[in-house]
């Protein structure tokens, strides 16, 4: 079945993803004589850096998601549409879906984002689970809050030891901020809520490849980070490689570090965009684009943020970061208007750099502004202001900035929530017993 916009003689573009770059092409294109498809295969947009404040209790899902309908409900020439994408067809300007439905375009715009790669270990992802959905963060916090009640419970002091620790593979920014948050909660709730246990039980180790964590910032905020870590007891293993993943734990060096929640962030592959396009990717999975961002090769077809290798003006990579995301689908958004209502040329896209940033745990963050750094409790309140400003919308800002100011408060955090129907389906590992 073929879908077509339905307005004769409008040009439609679609948009493929509703991240931070597709919505925020949508928006640019909100109530513009285009009509505009969006395609993502979730209902909901998700704000991926507070994710792992899902996974670690100290917010809800919904507080860092929103339907995508009500999103762009406002624009009255944008469509929502919740399917998979399984094809492109460039040359006939057709999508393919899962569902065998068939989508044309005038211009067609990919956003899809990333993925956690395991690197030919497809089979780890079912023990260390990344962070890139609701349902992978809400699957790690159960693991983390039903370790605690199962270690709670426990008579065997080895089996207590590998309930109460948690390896995190990745020592980039998710890797470093899940860390300083399980080690911060994990110790509040030993020491406020649990009658059996011992903060010095606890043990959340981070594991890196390389020779120091948080690589892509400055040696010195690296430095401060492992200080900060050190201090509230996360212990890094640097140029450590996992060699394998079981349900028992995480294998290093040919000794197993045994574990009740695993968690992965060691490296992120592009969305098989180029697959769908049938073009050669570059690193990382991700499509080649011009400086308008138009893929190599595929007339009519862009591609931005996680889904893009675009080149920043010193002829590097652009980051995979939402600020780059945000950036190129608000700049994309205006130009194609301008192109196809204005017949306008599309300029080359420009980033302006408005910092990397990291938080490590509760007063302590980084920010890397290229020329000048900033570390410490201002760079955690810096951090703090602009995550809350990224939100969707001020009822989200309103909700989180609320939360964040009872949990420094109070140091309590209100999502601790278990689900009991899943509690059957996390049994302790073969040959292993909970002694009660």
């Known amino acids: 079945m073929k879908s077509e916009t339905d307005r004769a003689g409008r040009p439609h573009i679609v948009i493929v993803g509703a991240g931070f770059g597709g919505l925020a092409c949508a928006r ?28 670690t209790a100290a917010l809800s899902p919904a507080d860092v998601s929103e339907p995508i309908r009500r999103s762009l409900g406002r624009y009255a020439n944008v469509r929502v549409v919740m399917g998979e994408v399984v094809a492109v067809d460039a040359g006939r300007k057709s999508i393919g879906l899962k569902d065998g439905d068939e989508i044309l375009y005038d211009r067609l715009v990919l956003a899809t984002g990333s993925d956690y790669n395991y690197f030919g270990h497809k089979d780890w992802q079912q023990h260390a689970p990344g962070l890139k959905s609701i349902h992978e963060a809400r699957q790690i916090r159960h693991r983390l809050l039903l370790a605690f009640e199962k270690a709670e419970r426990s008579k065997d002091d080895e089996e207590k030891r590998r309930l109460l620790t948690s390896v995190i593979i990745g020592g980039g920014p998710t890797g470093v901020e899940m860390a300083g948050a399980i080690s911060e909660l994990g110790r509040f709730m030993i020491a406020r809520d649990f009658r059996s246990l011992r903060p010095d039980q606890l043990q959340v180790l981070l594991i890196e490849a390389g020779p120091r964590i948080l690589a892509t910032f400055p040696e010195s ?20 490689r996992v060699e394998n993943i079981t349900a028992e734990g995480v294998q290093v060096s040919g000794s197993l570090l045994p574990a009740g929640c695993m968690i992965w962030g060691a490296g992120v592959k592009a969305s098989p965009a180029a697959t769908w396009l049938h073009v050669e990717p570059g690193p990382g999975g991700r499509l080649r684009v011009a400086s308008d961002l138009s893929v190599e090769g595929k007339a009519h077809v862009f591609a931005l943020g996680d889904t893009a290798l675009a080149e920043a003006e010193d002829g590097k990579p652009l980051p995979a970061l939402a600020q780059v995301a945000k950036q190129q689908g608000v700049f994309l958004g205006r130009a194609l208007k301008a192109n196809l209502l204005k017949d306008k040329p599309i300029p080359a896209f420009r980033f302006h750099n408005r910092g990397n940033t990291a938080v490590i745990g509760r007063n302590a963050a980084i920010f890397d502004f290229g020329s000048w750094q900033l570390k410490g409790y201002l760079a955690w309140l810096l951090w703090a202001i602009v995550h809350v400003y990224l939100l969707v919308n001020f009822e989200k800002r309103m909700l989180v900035s609320i939360q964040w100011i009872w949990r420094y408060v109070t140091r309590q955090r209100g999502a601790r929530l278990i689900d009991e129907d899943a509690v059957a389906t996390d049994q302790p590992p073969h040959g292993a017993k909970i002694h009660v």
């Open 221 to 240: 905020l690296s430095s401060y980070a492992v200080d900060y870590l050190t201090r509230i007891g996360v212990h890094i293993r640097l140029n450590t």
């Open 28 to 55: 640019a294109l909100g109530n513009s004589e285009i009509d505009v498809t969006v395609i993502d295969r979730r209902n909901h947009n998700l704000f991926q850096p507070l994710l792992y404040q899902v996974a």
